[in-house]
């Protein structure tokens, strides 16, 4: 079992940044692979950023490739997700998200068995 818990969040305007944190505890988060999602309100939940067990395969949405970036630190285990040139646009819940599968790219949400409770981003123009 793995427990995510996600931190960063905040009211921030359009094209400054934020950095959003996912702290991770229980079994050995370096076994697993990670990734970050968003859903904003009335919408379903999509993919964000993908990152592999040892950081050597990483992806981007379209929609964000260019201005986030995705990082993990195995030693602290953490997860994070620099945000630049936010835009309102990018206003959502964003969630961690976890899994042991060590191979391919995730990009759904259906790939991942393990979740945090999310931390809202805001960006007003």
């Known amino acids: 079992q793995v427990q995510l818990v996600e931190s960063g969040g905040g009211l921030v305007q359009a094209g400054e940044s934020l950095r959003l944190s996912c702290s991770a505890s229980g079994r050995t988060f370096t076994n697993y692979a990670a990734g970050w999602f968003r859903q904003a309100p009335g919408k379903e939940r999509e993919f964000a950023a993908f990152i592999s067990w040892n950081g050597r395969r990483i992806d981007y949405a379209d929609s964000v490739k260019g201005r986030f970036t995705i990082s993990r630190d195995n030693a602290k285990n953490t997860i994070d997700l620099q945000m630049n040139s936010l835009k309102p646009e990018d206003t959502a819940v964003y969630y961690c998200?976890?899994?042991?599968?060590?191979?391919?790219?995730?990009?759904?949400?259906?790939?991942?068995?393990?979740w945090g409770q999310g931390t809202q981003v805001t960006v007003s123009s």
């Open positions: 998200a976890a899994d042991s599968r060590r191979w391919g790219t995730m990009t759904r949400p259906e790939q991942y068995d393990y």
